[in-house]
């Protein structure tokens, strides 16, 4: 096969331990267990396919065992949850988890965190920043790193909320810091997105992207409290001017519709209403139909985004730079004969070629 790097072989997986046992962790996962479910996203996360099969296999062990149970899997709330930093996310996602576990539900919080390029470490912290909700028998709080994406959500974020899905937790949260892309990819993966803002952010109306509102859901305005109060007011009719949004503060706004609410994470002011909102809109979307309309057409789009990123990193484990081929292609580039696609097409070609014969 022409091209194709003559080291490349199929990776396999070197841990130096005894790989998990799956319908172990899936039963685990069932009972409530905390650092099992933690285990299952970690193998989720990874991009290692030993991983990405025993994270599937757990899956499949939830499933079948919550069938032989007679307890179908129930639906989780997804709820996605962006906005820039110093919005006040993670504070205001404590405040609503602390309110529906005082309320005798249970909350899964996945927070995606900016990583670091250069330590590829986590910097936010979120579980630490949920003290008291983390601590909480009916909470699970889950800070993952961004893997570099853009916007900080990748597909084996979708994941870990099936594996909290499974593990049966009424809601599901999906903090992540709004950079433009993290948006789309979290609409695609939740039920209901929320977009933080804080007073004076109605400035930034005009430099939205087009289409942002679409995937949006409620605009949400913390820090509603003190001095910033009229602040906050202005900034909701600012946006309820230009969106034709209702606001939700005084009164109940109907669930189906998009809307603007006033917070305060800190005082507590806005979240009730804010609360019974996302839950009606929930429910009248599951009555509906449309709750499980969405899911079916966005895991179109989840397929198609995954399958383009096993198609890169099996382009970039098998191409071979030295190859006659490809430089031969960089010469025509070299020269100014060739665009760069007619120049890698044969390249392309050749690889997949290769791999129907072999």
Known sequence: MSGINPSYRKQR??????????????TQILAGHKPALSRAITLAESRKREHQELASKILEHCVANR???QTPLTLSRRI???GYPGAGKSTLLEALGMQLVAQGA???????????????????????RMNELSKHPSAYIRPSPSSKSLGGVTTSTFTSIQLCEAAGYDWVFVET?????????????????????????????QGMKRGLMDMINALIINKSDGPQVDQAKQTAQQYQQALGWDPLMESEAEPGKSV????????????????????????????AGSIQRKRDV???KLMTIEASHLIKHWMESVLDLSSPEWQQAKQHLLTGDHTLSVAVEPIVRSLLQGTKKD
Do not use: F, Y
């Not at 433009?180 to 400035?203: F, R, W």
């Open 67 to 69: 069938s032989e149970q």
């Open 80 to 82: 996605g949850i962006t």
């Open 298 to 300: 966005t895991l179109d």
């Open 13 to 26: 997986i070197e841990s130096g331990h005894t790989p998990p046992d799956p319908a172990h962790l899936a």
């Open 106 to 128: 249970s909350v899964a919080a996945l927070t995606v965190d900016p990583t670091g390029l250069r330590t590829d470490g986590s910097i936010l912290g979120d579980k630490t």
């Open 260 to 287: 603007i609410h006033r917070v305060s994470a800190e005082t507590g002011e806005g979240l009730e209403n804010l609360l019974g909102w996302l839950q009606k809109r929930w429910d009248n979307g599951l009555a």
């Open 177 to 205: 810091v709004g950079v433009g892309q993290s948006e789309a990819m979290v609409s695609l993966m939740t039920d209901i997105v929320c977009l933080v803002l804080i007073p004076g952010a109605g400035d930034d109306l």
